[in-house]
Each structure stands twice: as structure tokens, then as C-alpha cells.
């Protein structure tokens, strides 16, 4: 963390916190005492932040009364956030102004979106200006429709059961749902409802894409401990969870020219992996449903063979030579 980083992190800590201790400081800073020191007394003295020490509180805080010199204004050097900060705000600002398509949300997101405005900017011209300079891409977007979005985020904010009418891709069919919402999940530019089915007295998670009809029914919906909701939705890979399936592991070796950009990688919150001495990669992922880990594997191509587990092994293989197979030359 750098000299500029530190001054912002020290005025959002005061800012956000009203007053902060000496030590607090140094942890969220990981800094010496000497370099914390110099840093207060060069907001102090240089860039007129009013920060006096309270000894009732026995922290540091601003002081709302104090008066920066004739001519003076209290500024910090520059605009700039960390990579997390600055994803979080660009992503929520596109998330947010992407959502209204048709206009239904305008009257809530605004506000929200003015607010954010700020956050990124100290007037609109500048947040402009970072926007254009600072690109989040979002690629293979599926688009929902704003009434279907606000009426399940409705319904799960009063705790109200919903009628689905849902289309389900696997097997091209329709069907009627009655559904306890239970966490609205943005996952890889698409949004999913997950949610208790009563049809099939199941927790299932629905692509809010796939929604052709929604309605608030008066039942009250079930609820469930969030922990429940984690286990039986996140602990596999990627959005296809299982509810009630027994997870397995898939070990994947990926070729040294695929191993120096998977290591960067992170494909799943538990997953293991080492360096082969032969230059290898090799990575375990933990899944319960193979649909979104076999079209992970597919993208690596010949630069990722799977190991030990025959029955994935096997659907890869299969998928592989179907790829082929469509390449094939025919005779006229």
C-alpha cells in the first residue's frame, strides 16, 4: 500500500468510524508506528485534514469545528481505489444501470445510482471520466425482464410464496412452480432465484431468464437458515448445486503452457492443488452436477486431461468426439 492509498484508507476509517485508535490504525495499515505518525502529521500540516487525537475516546477523529487556513481547502492528492474497490464500484454501477431495460425500476435505482455516482467521482464530470478510463466487461449476458426481477425481490423481501410458470432448458418443457424465494444470486452475468420448491419439496435454483410468468401468492413462504441454503447450493461447482447429491472431486492436470494462467486461477472456494515437477498443474474442484465443470474443462481443449475419475473422464471424452466430429470433411 502506498503513501496516497494510506491517506484514503485513514480519512475512510475516521470517516466511517468517527474515532480510531493508534493501534486499529497501524492494523488496518499495516505500518510501522513511526510511519503512522508521519502520516497524521502530513495530513495535518500538508493537506489540512483537521484530525485531532480525543483523548476521552482515546482515538483519532475529525474535528467537524476546525478551520483549514485562509485559502486553504482539505483535499487528498488525486482520486484512486484499491482493484477490489474499484471492481465493486464499476460493477455495481453497471449492474445497475443495465438492469432497467424497460424503465419499471428508475424511481428505486436512482437514487442508488446518484449515491454511486459520488462514490466513484467528486462531481460528475470526474466519475465520468474514471468510467471511460476503467473497463469492467461482462460477456454472454442473458437479459431478465425488470417486472420479474422486481416481483421475486419483492416477494423474497416480504417473505411471500411466488407462482412460477418456468421454462426448463434441459428437457424444453414448461412447467407450473410454487416456490419459497429464498437469495437472489448474480452469477456470470445472469441472475438465479434460489428457492424452496414445494412441487418438489426441494431446495432448487431457477434462472430468472427462464421465468415466463411470476405471481405473489398470500401464503406465507418457508424459510430456511442460510447456512442450509450454502450447503446444499455452494459447496459444488459452479451454479448447477445438487441439493441432497453427495459431492465428489475432479483432479484436473493441465499442460505447463495452460498451468502458468490456471494457477492464477481460482475455480472453486475449497479447491487443492501443487506443481508438478514435470511442470504440470493440477487442480481438485469439489462438484456435485458436471455441467458447468465439464464446459470449464472443454474451453482448456488438449491442454487438460481429467484423472482418476472414469465416469467424467468418460462424458469429456464422449463431448470431444462429437466437437470432432462436426469438423469432419464429407464428400461432396
Known amino acids: 500500500m502506498d503513501r496516497t492509498e494510506r491517506f484514503y484508507k485513514i480519512e475512510m ?8 485508535g493508534f493501534a486499529a490504525l497501524r492494523e488496518e495499515l499495516a505500518v510501522s508506528p513511526a510511519t503512522l505518525k508521519r502520516d497524521l502529521q502530513y495530513l495535518r500540516d500538508r493537506l489540512y485534514a483537521p484530525i485531532v487525537y480525543d483523548a476521552f475516546d482515546k482515538g483519532y477523529r475529525f474535528d467537524s469545528g476546525a478551520a483549514a487556513p485562509r485559502g486553504a481547502r482539505h483535499e487528498l492528492p488525486g482520486l484512486w481505489f484499491s482493484e477490489h474497490e474499484i471492481h ?9 444501470a443495465g438492469l432497467d431495460d424497460d424503465g419499471v425500476l428508475s424511481r428505486h435505482l436512482q437514487p442508488l445510482l446518484e449515491r454511486l455516482q459520488g462514490l466513484i467521482g467528486a462531481d460528475a464530470a470526474e466519475s465520468r471520466e474514471l468510467m471511460r478510463r476503467i473497463k469492467v466487461i461482462g460477456t454472454a449476458r442473458r437479459r431478465v425482464p425488470s417486472r420479474w426481477f422486481e416481483l421475486l425481490g419483492s416477494a423474497l423481501l416480504q417473505r411471500k410464496r411466488v407462482r412460477l410458470r418456468y421454462f426448463k432448458r434441459s428437457d424444453r418443457r414448461e412447467s407450473e412452480r410454487e416456490v419459497s424465494p429464498q437469495r437472489l444470486v448474480h452469477y456470470r452475468a445472469t441472475w438465479y432465484l434460489d428457492a424452496w420448491c414445494h412441487r418438489s419439496d426441494a431446495l432448487r435454483r431457477f434462472a430468472l431468464d427462464a421465468v415466463r410468468e411470476a405471481g405473489v401468492l398470500d401464503a406465507r413462504a418457508k ?3 442460510l447456512r442450509e441454503l450454502e ?15 453427495k459431492l465428489k472431486w475432479a483432479t ?6 495452460a498451468a502458468q494462467w490456471v494457477a492464477s486461477e481460482e475455480w472453486h472456494p475449497q479447491q487443492k492443488s501443487r506443481h508438478l515437477s514435470d511442470g504440470r498443474y493440477e487442480l481438485q474442484v469439489p462438484y456435485a452436477d458436471a455441467t458447468e465443470l465439464s464446459m470449464d474443462i472443454l474451453r482448456h481443449g488438449d491442454s487438460v486431461q481429467v484423472v482418476g475419475d472414469k465416469a467424467l ?9 462429437r466437437a470432432a466430429a462436426q ?5 461432396e
Open 88 to 96: 465493486a464500484l464499476l460493477t455495481m454501477h453497471q449492474l445497475l
Open 223 to 225: 424459510s430456511l437458515p
Open 252 to 257: 484436473l492436470r493441465f499442460v505447463p503452457d
Open 231 to 245: 450447503a446444499a447450493l455452494d459447496a459444488g461447482y459452479g451454479i448447477y448445486g445438487a441439493s441432497g447429491a
Open 327 to 331: 469438423y469432419r470433411e464429407h464428400p
Open 13 to 20: 476509517l475516521l470517516r466511517s468510524r468517527g474515532s480510531v
Open 313 to 321: 473422464a468418460a462424458a469429456i471424452a464422449q463431448r470431444l468426439r
